[in-house]
């Protein structure tokens, strides 16, 4: 299985800071075919579902402010929150979708510092 | 809108099956841009994907799970269902139901998700 491994597990950011968050893969997630990042970032607020935010690791889903961005390629990606708001408080994963089994990080909690 | 909507007992015990059904509102699961799949979450801890099926019944499974597991698909109802048999504790977790968006007829990401149903294995 493809392992994702995302740092930190947690951080504490000041409303209007940059707020980073990395993911790993134990592979390269580059198709080289197409040369596509099969890789997805999700926001989950507390006691709610996953909400798609990227994917190809760097294109927005339609909705999602500007703030958020990712790069990254092969087997490092990175999610950064420009400006961090109250309403981003959230668990951050990413999900590669390049093979089964498709696999998510184990999460990250962005809170407010 | 799309909305999906999970539904089953809450409460199972050890050794029996695990059967939710999610409902499919506002769009048709006939559609052939979509999969439609099962994620679950034990409390507080990451998410992990157990299957995905397509409206005719081309179904993906994680390993883990597929000897236990079966995912069905009711186009007349726009529910698809979810059988985890012989479950024990390590069940225990919130079940959501995905739309599972294509690309070149691969499933790759989950665009819309269910609120999810909690699901407690205990005697």
């Known amino acids: 299985d493809f392992v994702l491994t995302q740092s930190p597990d947690s951080l504490a950011v000041s409303l209007g800071e940059r707020a980073s968050i990395n993911c790993k893969s134990s592979?390269?997630?580059?198709?080289?075919?197409?040369?596509?990042?099969?890789l997805a970032w999700y926001q989950q607020k507390p006691g709610q579902p996953p909400k798609l935010l990227i994917y190809w690791a760097s294109a927005r889903e339609s909705g999602v402010p500007d703030r958020f961005s990712g790069s990254g390629s092969g087997t490092d990606f990175t999610l950064t929150i420009s400006s961090l708001q109250a309403e981003d408080v959230a668990v951050y994963h990413c999900?590669?979708?390049?093979?089964?089994?498709?696999?998510f990080g184990q999460g990250t909690k962005v809170e407010i510092k | 809108q799309l909305q999906l909507h999970e539904s089953g007992p809450g409460l199972v015990k050890p050794s029996e099956t695990l059967s939710l059904t999610c409902t499919v509102s506002n769009a048709s699961i006939s559609s052939t841009s979509y999969y439609w799949g099962w994620v679950r979450q034990p409390p507080g801890k990451g998410l992990e994907w157990i299957g995905s099926v397509s409206y005719r019944g081309d179904s993906y499974y994680t390993p883990s799970l597929k000897s236990r597991l079966t995912i069905s698909v009711d186009t007349s109802k726009n529910q698809f269902s979810l059988n985890l048999r012989s479950v024990t504790a390590a069940d225990t977790a919130v079940y959501y139901c995905?739309?599972?968006?294509?690309?070149?007829?691969?499933?790759?990401?989950?665009?819309?998700w269910g609120q999810g149903a909690l699901v407690t294995v205990s005697s």
């Open positions: 592979q390269s997630i580059l198709y080289s075919s197409d040369n596509k990042n099969y």
């Open positions: 995905a739309r599972h968006d294509l690309s070149n007829y691969i499933p790759t990401v989950f665009d819309s």
């Open positions: 999900q590669q979708y390049y093979t089964t089994p498709w696999t």
